[in-house]
């Protein structure tokens, strides 16, 4: 089980390496927004700003909860989302309001409410 602390700055680089991957590694699912690695969830979010694709879900902050957007075409029926949103699962989030910066650590998330829109939206509670 991997730990960091909530409002500290990791690069992408960084969380691979506490994960045991090789720091240099590229490509797959660690330069995306979203990861299943270890029986834990690393979702990597833009808030505000576009992703190294073009793309601005349109993920922001509502108050201590973050409105997040899965990848382009998900839906809920996805085992992948499936699994994301079952009971017990660990998920850390990771955001950012510039493209170039690292990421902040939000915390461990909990599933509020899940609508089956496509991409999937999620309201994520942070853990104290």
């Not at 879900?57 to 075409?73: A, D, F, Q, T």
Request: a positive charge; one cysteine or more; proline letters at 3%.
């Amino acid at each position: 089980m991997l730990n960091f602390e909530r409002g500290h700055k990791y690069k992408r680089a960084d969380i691979k390496m506490r994960a045991g991957l090789p720091r240099d590694q590229r490509g797959g699912n660690w330069d995306t927004g979203i990861v299943e690695h270890d029986n834990e969830f690393f979702i990597f979010a833009n808030v505000g700003t576009e992703g190294r694709t073009g793309h601005d879900y349109g993920n922001r902050w509502e108050g201590s909860c973050l409105r997040w957007y899965h990848k382009h075409g998900s839906r809920l029926r996805w085992q992948s989302v499936q699994r994301l949103l079952g009971t017990g699962r660990r998920i850390h989030v990771f955001w950012r309001t510039c493209n170039e910066a690292p990421f902040e650590y939000a915390g461990t998330a909990k599933p509020v409410e899940a609508a089956d829109t496509s991409p999937v939206k999620i309201l994520w509670t942070f853990e104290s």
